[in-house]
């Protein structure tokens, strides 16, 4: 069992930055993707950033220049570095880790964007 463990969430001002980090619990020799998801209350879970193991990356258009999403396959980790964040970016966010046709997810980390 794999259990992607995230971290880096809070409370931050509008324009403000955050960065997440996601990394599986135990080393594994190949991770084919990690991202995240994020759901705000009332509203369908999103998918936010997600990044190969080529190092190819895709973001919702929502996030497209302000979120970017990095990988440390030497360390099994996975980075989102959210700036210019929007009262709308508000949500909890969710890592997973795709290990071939398999999908572990985090617990996840709440994120909020106010003043």
């Known amino acids: 069992q794999v259990q992607p463990v995230e971290s880096g969430g809070g409370l931050v001002q509008p324009g403000g930055s955050l960065k997440l980090s996601c990394a599986p619990s135990?080393?594994?020799?190949?991770?084919?993707?990690m991202g995240w998801y994020r759901q705000a209350p009332g509203k369908q879970r999103e998918l936010v950033a997600s990044?190969?193991?080529?190092?190819?990356?895709d973001y919702a258009d929502s996030v497209k220049g302000r979120f970017i999403l990095t990988r440390d396959n030497a360390n099994n980790t996975a980075y989102l570095q959210m700036n210019s964040l929007k009262p709308e970016d508000t949500a909890v966010y969710s890592c997973?880790?795709?290990?071939?046709?398999?999908?572990?997810w985090g617990q996840g980390t709440q994120v909020t964007v106010s003043s």
């Open positions: 135990r080393k594994i020799s190949f991770i084919s993707a």
């Open positions: 997973y880790v795709r290990i071939l046709s398999a999908t572990f």
């Open positions: 990044i190969t193991s080529g190092g190819i990356t």
